[in-house]
């Protein structure tokens, strides 16, 4: 992990530094934020901030995103009293750590924040095969194509390929292609020049030179618009890219890896996609299973998940019950990974008893997971009229809902189906998408369209329910 500490380098703030560069950390250091936020220009990247709370956090920070540069911030200080912890909190760090240092402290707010620790856990055969031909090709220059559902792990085999590449002590850097709109990934993959467009005021660092040495992992690749698939192609055939204003071209030395969840040769024919590219990305596929493919592995992330969540949370690790792990390994997971381990922690955080039982894995609309259809304890369903007690009455209400979309339009029902999607993912375009089965463009112009007719759309982190990460 890239560790930038910024504030005046004194005694017990270098003990600081001395702990977590014992944990893995690569430490830089700069005395002012405006220096911090240069460096990242620049491209000298970072996963985590290290910040004096005596400093203006809040201006850092948003110095940060508006060059669109976002890592996470944790204050620290000396003899700092409760009030001014607080206050560094809510400027927006995401920790404090008060000095002198405490190295188990250390350890948990680099774990916590940064969350590097993502191991590759598998004892299914068919996951097994994959990570087989993963430890083939880590140590190879060939770009790797990632393909499987959302929330299998993809960008956990993408780190894992890295760690295992002779690259690993070089950067890793990640670009969620799908989550950046596409006037502004261009700048964000290639950098741009002083002066390049309106706001350009310094030349930026893109990602491919900030990962220069290393490895970029291309997130979704295949939401990158059509324009931009050309440049990459270029910079992956030629090793040379054009920040934008640039004149003249820039070498860069890095490993490609990217990911996707859609059907590819489907995104070629349908011309979303260039074949080229694909041919250039895919030298090497490797294709996650999705959870319920590989049900051997449930199990043991369940049981990875609870320790990790209860050392997160400083609870005792309890194990599941056998009735818990039944459904746990039954249920069908279409969040695969990551809502399994959405699903963990709560369960850790609702527990009561020496186990973890059943009714404390819930999914985010509250259910207990032993309800869910396909799960071991399901009910199995009723058929009987609408005097039946509970099953009659839930009929009844699924009766009156499909009854209320008589007399509506198709693109009235699309709008509401959109727009609930969305709310239930928490305002996150890219879980939305996912689970309607269309593009984030053509999300994002559907939302366009409904607030320009004055709709209210769902900010990311609003809604009614946590989503699946992707």
């Known amino acids: 992990m890239r560790l930038l500490v910024v504030g005046r380098l004194s005694g017990q703030l270098a003990t600081a530094v001395k702990m977590a560069m014992a944990h893995g950390a690569q430490v830089n250091h700069v005395e002012r934020a405006d220096q911090a936020t240069e460096q990242l220009r620049r491209g000298q990247g970072a996963d985590l901030l290290m ?152 030349r930026r660092i893109g990602k491919f030179e900030e990962a220069d040495g290393g490895t970029l992992l291309l997130d979704e690749v295949t939401e990158m618009d059509a324009r931009l698939q050309a440049k990459l192609l270029r910079a992956i055939q030629e090793r040379v890219i054009d920040r934008v204003g640039g004149s003249k071209p820039v070498s860069v030395n890095i490993r490609i890896i990217a990911t996707s969840n859609r059907d590819l040769n489907r995104a070629v024919s349908e011309g979303v996609f260039r074949e080229d590219l694909l041919y250039r990305l895919n030298v090497v596929n490797l294709r996650l299973p999705s959870l319920r493919e590989r049900p051997g592995d449930i199990s043991v992330l369940a049981d990875h998940f609870v320790k990790k969540y209860a050392a997160a949370n400083g609870v005792a690790p309890r194990p599941l019950s056998t009735d818990a792990r039944r459904a746990v390994v039954a249920h069908r997971w279409p969040g695969n990974v990551r809502e399994l381990e959405n699903a963990m922690h709560r ?124």
């Open 51 to 202: 910040v004096d709370y005596r400093l203006d956090i809040a201006s850092l920070i948003s110095a940060n995103e508006n060059e669109r540069i976002t890592v996470p911030v944790v204050a620290f200080g000396v003899d700092a009293d409760a009030r001014e912890a607080a206050a560094a909190i809510k400027a927006g760090a995401k920790e404090f750590i008060p000095l002198p240092p405490d190295a188990d402290l250390i350890a948990a707010v680099l774990s916590a924040v940064a969350d590097d620790e993502k191991p590759m856990i598998s004892a299914d055969p068919s996951m097994k095969a994959v990570i087989g031909l993963a430890d083939q090709v880590a140590r190879s220059e060939a770009s790797i194509l990632i393909t499987g559902e959302s929330g299998v792990g993809k960008e956990v085999m993408a780190r894992y390929l890295h760690q295992n590449s002779r690259r690993a002590e070089k950067p890793f850097i990640s670009v969620n292609c799908a989550a950046i709109p596409d006037n502004l990934l261009e700048s964000e993959l290639f950098g741009h020049e002083k002066g390049a467009f309106t706001g350009a005021v310094a």
């Open 347 to 470: 369960a850790v955080l609702l527990a009561v008893g020496p186990e973890i039982d059943a009714d404390a894995i819930r999914l985010p609309d509250g259910r207990p997971l032993q309800t869910i259809p396909g799960s071991a304890a399901a009910p199995q369903p009723v058929a009987s009229t609408y005097d039946a007690g509970p099953a009659g009455r839930a009929a009844q209400a699924a009766d009156a809902v499909t009854r209320s979309f008589v007399g509506q339009t198709v693109a009235a029902m699309e709008k509401t189906l959109i727009l609930d999607t969305l709310s239930h993912c928490l305002g996150n375009r890219t879980h939305a998408a996912n689970i309607l089965g269309i593009s984030i463009r053509t999300l994002r112009n559907k939302l366009n369209e409904y607030a320009d007719e004055g709709t209210p759309i769902p900010a990311p982190q609003s809604g009614v329910a946590a989503g699946y990460a992707a």
